[in-house]
């Protein structure tokens, strides 16, 4: 069964500081990962997928994540916030292959709150 | 390209009502899923249907909730009776195909009270 983990339900950074929210994942398989942005009273839009290519991937908005299998890890990070980057964030795998190919299975999200 | 579109976007119901939700997909996408986020906690697969067939229904409390596609394009969930705990927000998402991207709508925001 996949499960995914993020550390630190709240994450407050200064604008111009660097930006790091932890994801780990559990799966069975190799994984697909993904990174999720939601603004308030919106639904989710893809930041940034890992799909078995580069490990380091980058995203929109100036985000990038790195898979490091040894640890299960695919952290999302951004050189510098910015006072729009605040929202919550989701981390989530997928099965790339077998019944569950194709489902997503999601963290609990990480609020990113970025102050002056 | 219009995206997922979701009606309504609010509803606010007594425990016992029931309630349905309707979500248009983007065009040409095969594979849909319908997602409930409670306060405070990621969103979980309900239902997914690839065209009008469903691939994974599996958390999907069969007996109050019911879910359909019908010609392979838009979508209705249905929560018959609601309960307190239902109060979530239901999220539409498509993807092209059952791998690709999934592209979600804004969520409808439901209260039971």
């Known amino acids: 069964a996949q499960s995914v983990t993020q550390l630190g339900s709240h994450v407050s950074v200064s604008e111009g500081a660097l930006v790091l929210l932890r994801c780990n994942y559990s799966s069975s398989v190799p994984p697909y990962l993904f990174w999720y942005v939601q603004y308030p009273n919106q639904g989710l839009q893809l930041l940034l997928k890992?799909?078995?290519?580069?490990?380091l991937v980058k995203g929109i908005n100036g985000f990038e994540a790195e898979f490091k299998k040894s640890e299960t890890s695919f952290h999302l990070t951004k050189p510098s916030a910015h006072m729009s980057d605040a929202a919550e964030y989701f981390c989530?795998?997928?099965?790339?292959?077998?019944?569950?190919?194709?489902?997503?299975?999601f963290g609990q999200g990480t609020i990113l709150t970025v102050h002056p | 390209e219009a995206g997922v579109a979701q009606s309504p976007r609010y509803k606010i119901i007594e425990k016992r009502q029931s309630v349905a939700f309707w979500c248009n997909p983007i065009s040409g996408h095969a594979t849909l899923y319908w997602y409930q986020q409670i306060l405070g906690q990621g969103p979980k697969l309900l239902i997914q249907f690839q065209n009008n067939g469903v691939v994974d229904d599996s958390q999907l409390p069969k007996d109050r909730f019911s879910a359909e596609r019908l010609k392979g394009v838009d979508s209705t969930l249905k929560i018959q009776p609601a309960k307190l705990e239902d109060s979530a927000v239901y999220l539409c998402?498509?993807?092209?195909?059952?791998?690709?991207?999934?592209?979600f709508g804004p969520g409808t925001r439901l209260l039971v009270l």
């Open positions: 989530a795998v997928s099965d790339s292959g077998g019944t569950s190919y194709g489902k997503l299975t």
């Open positions: 998402a498509s993807s092209f195909r059952k791998q690709e991207t999934q592209y």
């Open positions: 890992y799909t078995s290519a580069a490990t």
